[in-house]
């Protein structure tokens, strides 16, 4: 997820002295009629709120949901009733999943050979291949062709450039400081803990990547109350060609799948290519 504007807007002060501020989507992703493929035009785009703090990780009340598989806690608050837990087994990238042929952790994309500390588009194999997707702020540079969003390709595993490379972003995981809460009326959602600038890459939305059929057979299994977690990616690569890819983080997955929808969204999702060739729902 990708922030679509600078999350400044704080409301009003809780009772503990914080000032939350909420990411949220644009479409109704848990409702079980949208399983339509979205191009990528129309992505979900969630909303972030975000609240001032003082440090909330030395606070026994919150635990961290990822169990320190992420660089940075995602903070949840330990409720006493073990019910309102949310159960899954959180992994902060895509898992293969049934009916996906390729391993999502399996290196299949060539690399550079550039040998400087970061790589330039002069000489970057990478970046003359997929053109520049980032600043040297590791900021999205705003870049659509035809009101299409253009496909990211970070450096990967087989590049020579270094981990500073301005072409890392995604694959450095989770650098903000989220909470993970429970809303008044609509289940989970998730909140940043400080200001986040636009452009700023703020989570995956990883989960089992999953066949066509599999996503179709999970979708007809729901039960009314379930939520639908499962997203579909539509990229279209000219002549025709068009790739898809579903994630379902229901069972497994990460901080991304608590995102609210909201009609005032404040995130996009950006396809991000880094070792694979399954994208990362950046
Ligand atoms: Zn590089
Ligand atoms: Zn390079
Ligand atoms: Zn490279």
Redesign the pocket.
Known sequence: MIITEEVLKMSSERADGEHPVDLAPHKEKKHRSQFEAESISTLICFCLVSFNTSDMSSDCRFVDLSNSLESVPVLIEQRSSALTFPQFQYSPDNVQGPGCTLDPSEVTLP??S?LSHS?SSES????QTHGQAYDSTHTLLHRTHSGYCSPV????A????GDA?S?RVVQRGLTLKLEVYSTEKRGWGVRTLKSIPKGTFVCEYAGEVISFEEARRRQLAQRAEDNNYIIAVREHAGEGSVTETFVDPAKVGNVGRFLNHSCQPNLLMQPVRVHSVVPRLA
């Open positions: 690399g550079c550039c790589c970057c194999s990478c970046l390709f970070e450096c990967n087989l590049c020579s450039c490379c072409n």
